[in-house]
Nanobody, 115 residues
Framework: QVQLVESGGGLVQPGGSLRLSCAASGSISSIETMGWYRQTPEKQRELVAE???????NYLDSVKGRFTISRDNAKNTVYLQLNSLKPEDTAVYYCSCRTIFGRYWGQGTQVTVSS
């Protein structure tokens, strides 16, 4: 099994920045991809960004050029840098990883973009 613990959410003004972190523990060697999803009461959970073990990335179209995902394999941590935040980025952000055993989720961290 894999345990994921997120941190870094909060309240930020439009145009501001945040960095989310997700530390993984447990069966680390089984992790293939790590990523961030987000969910609001009005929308289904959607993939924001993901990164493979080799470093290939994939982004939701609406965050391209504003968000950056990175991975520190030595620290078993994945980061999501959120820049130029917009009110529509407000959501609960979930860290997730895909392993040979299945998908695991963190508890979620709230990001609120508001003036």
């Amino acid at each position: 099994q894999v345990q994921l613990v997120e941190s870094g959410g909060g309240l930020v003004q439009p145009g501001g920045s945040l960095r989310l972190s997700c530390a993984a523990s447990g069966s680390i060697s089984s992790i293939e991809t790590m990523g961030w999803y987000r969910q609001t009461p009005e929308k289904q959970r959607e993939l924001v960004a993901e990164i493979t073990r080799g470093g290939s990335t994939n982004y939701l179209d609406s965050v391209k050029g504003r968000f950056t995902i990175s991975r520190d394999n030595a620290k078993n941590t994945v980061y999501l840098q959120l820049n130029s935040l917009k009110p529509e980025d407000t959501a609960v952000y979930y860290c997730s990883c895909r392993t040979i055993f299945g998908r695991y989720w963190g508890q979620g961290t709230q990001v609120t973009v508001s003036s």
